[in-house]
């Protein structure tokens, strides 16, 4: 089996990323169409969770080996407030509390794993 580069594990997680804000963002109005559908899985009670089970892991198996290779913080330092708020907002409760901390917390850690990329091709942009 072939192992996961770290850009590529860089490029799951920002499509992770934003996985998390398009359901954030469409889920009500998919919440309409439910009972027509057999989604349970979308619900925000178990798929912010389970989200956290593999963005988490995914985030630091990709930005320690990346630190150690490029020896730049930043994108560690962009990416432990975006997890924080991302867990603050799988257990605050729904509302629109949840979705302005979920969303926010996933936009600014796909910006930890666009900077990763950046630094570990070397390209440094302004």
């Not at 990709?62 to 407030?81: E, G």
Request: charged share 10%; aromatic share 10%.
């Amino acid at each position: 089996m072939k192992r996961l580069t770290r850009e590529l594990r860089d490029k799951i997680a920002v499509a992770l990323s934003m996985f998390c804000v398009l359901q954030c963002l469409f889920l009500p109005f998919i919440i309409s169409f439910l009972p027509l559908m057999d989604i349970w899985w979308l619900s925000d009670s178990f798929l912010h969770p389970f989200l956290l089970l593999v963005v988490v892991p995914l985030t630091v198996i990709t930005l320690y080996p990346s630190y150690k290779q490029h020896n730049n913080s930043q994108p560690i330092m962009i990416a432990i407030p975006a997890l924080i708020l991302l867990c603050i907002g799988a257990f605050i409760g729904h509302g629109l509390g949840e979705k302005l901390l979920t969303v926010a917390g996933a936009t600014v850690l796909a910006t930890a794993h666009i900077r990763n990329m950046m630094l570990t091709k070397k390209v440094f942009f302004v």
